[in-house]
C-alpha cells in the first residue's frame, strides 16, 4: 500500500508537468511573446490532455488508499502544484484582466468605470477583445491585491503571472488548512476531506493553472467557517466578509457564520443576536476595506457587469434556444429570473432543514445553486460550493458524486481558454488516450491483475 501510495503521488506530479509543458505550445499565451506558441500548439493539446488523464487517474488512486496510509496530502500538494506555477496561464485569460485592472487603478483609473481598453499597453492587448471595454465585477480586497502586484513589478508580464499564482496558492493553503478544521468538526477524515477539495485536479489545474481569484475567495471563507467552528465569530466575520470583497457570493458565508454562532450564545434570541452582530461587524469591515482601498463604491454598482452572451449556463443555454424559437431577446431576461427564482427555492429548502443539514453543509447546497442556476458559469465556480461540501459531507454517495462532477468538469475548457473545433477535440481525445495507458501501464507494472501475479513471479 505504501509503494501504490508512492507511485500515485508520482504519477500525479507526471501529469501536472504534462500540463505545464504542453501549456508552452497550447496555453492560454500571451500574445506577441517570442518565448511561447509558434507552430507545436497541436502538440502541447496532445500533450495537455496525457496530463489531464494522468493527474485524474493518478487522484483517483490516491483516493483510494488516503484513508489507510499516513496522511502525505501536504507533500503530495506541493508535488501536484510546482509545476503549475511556472507554467503559462492555462485554461483562462482571466489573470490578464487582473494584471490590467491592478495597472489601471495603479495609475489612477477608476476600473469601476472603465475597462483594460483605456489603458492600453501589452498588458492590457493580452485581455480578450469581448472584455476590453468591462468594468471590474471584483471587490476592494482582491483590487488592493491586483494594485500592489502592479506597483511592485511595473508591468513585468511574467513576474505578474506568477505573483498570481502566488496568491492563488495562499488561498489554497487557507483553504488546506480550514478544511482540515471543518472535517475534524464534522467527523470526516481530514485527509479524505483534503483530498476532494485541494487535491482535485479541477482546483489545481483552474485555481493554481489559471492562477483565478476564486482561490483567494474559497480559501478566505472557508477559514471564516473554520474560525466560527472554533469558537471565534467576530474573526470568522471579518474573514468571510473579506471573501465576499473579493468575489461577492462569499457573502452567502455570512448567515451561516451566524447561525454557527447562534448554537454558541446563551440566553434569548441566539440567533436575532447573532444575526446582527455579524451585520454589523460585516458592514464595518466592508467600510474600513473600501476607505484603505480608495477604490469606493463602485463595486456595488459593477455588479450588474455584463455576462457573455454565449455563457454556457443553464439559464444561458435555455434563454437562447427559446429566444430562437419565440423570436424575442426577452426569453434570456425571464430565464434568468427563473434562476434567481430557483436559488431561492433551494435556499428555502435548506433553511427548512438546516438543523439536519447543518449551516456549512447547507452553504456548499446554496453555492452550487448559485453556480447551476447563475446567469454565468465556469468550472471553477464549483469550488465555491465544493470546498465546503468536501469538509463536511459524510455521505460516500454525496462525495462521489461531486468527485465525479469535478472529473467531467475538468475536460471541458481547452487549455487556452477558447471554444473548441473538430481538431482539437480530435487531439484532445487522442492525449487523453494516451494518458489514460500510460496510467494503465503503470498499474499494471506496479499492482498487476491476479491473472498475470502467477506469470510475473515465475519471472
Given amino acids: 500500500m505504501l509503494k501504490d501510495h508512492a507511485w500515485s503521488r508520482a504519477v500525479g506530479f507526471a501529469g501536472s508537468a504534462l500540463i505545464a509543458v504542453g ?28 496530463g489531464l488523464a494522468l493527474l485524474l487517474l493518478a487522484w483517483w488512486w490516491y483516493g483510494r488508499l488516503v484513508k489507510r496510509a499516513p496522511d502525505k496530502t501536504g507533500t503530495t500538494l506541493a508535488l ?17 484582466s487582473y494584471l490590467a485592472q ?3 487603478i495603479h495609475a489612477g483609473m477608476d476600473v469601476y468605470r472603465h475597462g483594460p481598453a483605456l489603458l492600453g499597453g501589452m498588458i492590457a492587448d493580452q485581455v480578450p477583445a469581448i472584455w476590453q471595454q468591462t468594468p471590474s465585477p471584483y471587490g476592494p480586497v482582491f483590487l488592493i491585491v491586483a494594485k500592489t502586484i ?11 503571472i506568477v505573483a498570481m499564482r502566488l496568491v492563488a496558492l495562499a488561498g489554497l493553503a487557507l483553504l488546506a488548512g480550514a478544511v482540515r478544521v471543518l472535517a475534524q468538526s ?5 485527509a479524505a476531506a483534503t483530498w476532494l477539495a485541494v487535491l482535485n485536479p479541477l482546483v489545481l489545474i483552474h485555481l493554481v493553472g489559471g492562477a483565478h481569484n476564486d482561490a483567494l475567495m474559497v480559501g478566505l471563507l472557508a477559514a471564516g467557517l473554520a474560525a466560527a467552528v472554533r469558537h471565534r465569530p467576530v474573526v470568522a466575520t471579518l474573514l468571510v466578509a473579506a471573501a465576499a470583497l473579493v468575489k461577492v457570493p462569499a457573502a452567502l458565508g455570512l448567515i451561516a457564520v451566524a447561525a454557527i454562532w447562534a448554537t454558541q450564545l446563551p440566553g434569548r434570541w441566539p440567533w436575532l443576536r447573532a444575526a446582527g452582530a455579524v451585520s454589523a461587524t460585516a458592514v464595518a469591515a466592508t467600510a474600513v476595506i473600501t476607505a484603505v482601498a480608495g477604490t469606493g463604491y463602485g463595486w456595488i454598482g459593477a455588479l450588474g457587469t455584463p455576462i457573455s452572451t454565449q455563457n454556457w449556463s443553464l439559464t444561458g443555454l435555455l434563454g437562447r ?13 425571464v430565464w434568468r429570473w427563473f434562476g434567481m427564482l430557483a436559488v431561492v427555492i433551494v435556499a428555502g429548502v435548506v433553511w427548512t432543514y438546516r438543523a439536519r443539514l447543518g449551516p456549512v453543509y447547507g452553504l456548499g447546497i446554496v453555492l452550487v445553486a448559485v453556480v447551476v442556476f447563475g446567469p454565468a458559469i465556469r468550472p471553477w465556480y464549483v469550488v465555491w460550493g465544493l470546498a465546503p461540501l468536501a469538509a463536511v459531507a459524510v455521505h460516500r454517495r454525496v462525495r462521489g458524486l461531486l468527485a465525479g462532477f469535478c472529473a467531467a468538469l475538468v475536460l471541458v475548457v481547452l487549455p487556452d481558454g477558447f471554444a473548441a473545433d473538430g481538431e482539437r477535440v480530435l487531439l484532445a481525445v487522442l492525449g487523453a ?14 499492482a498487476p491483475p491476479a491473472i498475470l501475479r502467477p506469470i510475473l513471479a515465475r519471472r
Fill in 102 to 104: 491592478g495597472l489601471m
Fill in 186 to 190: 464534522a467527523g470526516v477524515h481530514p
Fill in 321 to 333: 434556444w427559446t429566444a430562437g424559437l419565440l423570436g424575442t431577446s426577452a426569453a434570456a431576461d
Fill in 433 to 446: 488516450l494516451i494518458g489514460i495507458a500510460a496510467f494503465l501501464l503503470v498499474r499494471m507494472v506496479v
Fill in 150 to 160: 502592479a506597483a511592485l513589478l511595473n508591468a513585468h508580464l511574467m513576474l505578474g
Fill in 23 to 50: 501549456g508552452l505550445g497550447a496555453g492560454a499565451l500571451p500574445i506577441g511573446n517570442p518565448m511561447f506558441g509558434g507552430s507545436h500548439a497541436r502538440l502541447g493539446l496532445v500533450c495537455v490532455y496525457s
Fill in 80 to 96: 501536484w502544484v510546482a509545476p503549475l506555477l511556472l507554467a503559462p496561464p492555462m485554461f483562462s485569460r482571466d489573470v490578464y
